[in-house]
């Protein structure tokens, strides 16, 4: 049998495991560990983020496939500008390159693509490409790709901090009528629903300034595995285990009426 249909078959069998009817909608992705893949194996560090573009591409196909509806991933941090020159300059560089080879096939597959962060710092012509995707693919609706890029959680949270100020000043709205509804509408991700799962691999405990509004209530799922090695049966192994997380969102699993009479808490 070859090495493809082993995969395959592998991939299939978890996918049996999968309760179709508790498929997360929204997934997001913390894709690290693209420096550490390509150190290990003697390489430079751009070796990573090449080989990271390919399994970007494997698990968008596969998160679609499942059912998923948004997948979010972050792609550069507002941090990331401390890294070496040389290597922020090959990481907008493969931006440019993604955008130019993958757009049409992105079209093709109606899915929608979007940038979420502060993109005035990118060089010009990126700044183009990526608005000419976005509008490209504006109309998209089987699945959305949000691309974070020069994204910072905080940034964002102070961002819609000031928007809601300048409203209120403007007596727009009443400083007394900002609330969680209000204060959603103004943040990069309005209108999408937050990630039920939150996946960052190369086993890092940490958000790293990511969507920290948004992960308020997400379940999170840290995997070894470098992103350069990751691919769609370890992707369907983190919502096995995301199906088998007993969500309680601050309450208690629901007793039966008779338990409740009995606990602790009747007189
Ligand atoms: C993630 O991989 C990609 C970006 C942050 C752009 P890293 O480049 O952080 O890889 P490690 O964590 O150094 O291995
Ligand atoms: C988070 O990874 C940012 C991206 C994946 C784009 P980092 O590698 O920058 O995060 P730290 O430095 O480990 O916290
Ligand atoms: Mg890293």
């Known amino acids: 049998m070859s090495f493809g249909k082993i995969i395959y078959r592998k991939n299939t069998e978890l996918s049996k495991r999968i309760d179709m009817q508790k498929v997360p909608e929204h997934v997001a992705i913390i894709m690290d560990g693209n420096g550490r893949w390509a150190t290990k194996k003697g390489l430079p560090r751009s070796f990573g983020h090449n080989k990271g573009v390919s399994v970007l591409k494997e698990i968008l196909k596969a998160s679609k496939n499942l059912g998923c509806k948004v997948l979010t991933v972050y792609a550069f941090s507002t941090e990331n500008w401390t890294r070496p020159t040389k290597e922020v300059d090959f990481l907008i560089n493969l931006f440019r390159e993604v955008l130019r080879n993958e757009i049409e096939e992105i079209h093709q597959e109606l899915i ?98 990511f969507l920290l509004w948004q992960l308020a209530y997400s379940e999170i799922y840290i995997s070894d595995v470098l992103w350069p090695d990751f691919n769609e049966f370890e992707f369907l192994k983190a919502i096995i285990d995301y199906q088998s997380r007993n969500r309680r969102f601050g309450g208690i699993e629901s007793l039966p009426n008779e338990s409740f009479e009995d606990s602790q808490y009747s007189s």
């Open 112 to 209: 929608k693509i979007k940038f979420i962060g502060d993109l005035s710092p990118f060089p010009k012509d990126l700044k183009q490409l990526i608005y000419n995707s976005e509008s490209l693919t504006k109309n998209n609706n089987s699945f959305l790709l949000n691309i974070c890029a020069n994204y910072g959680g905080r940034q964002e949270i102070v961002k819609v901090a000031k928007e809601l100020a300048i409203k209120s000043s403007s007596g727009e709205i009443k400083p007394s009528e900002v609330n969680e509804e209000l204060f959603n509408s103004e943040l990069l991700t309005r209108g999408i629903k937050d990630p039920e799962l939150l996946i960052r691999t190369s086993g890092e405990k940490r958000i790293s300034n």
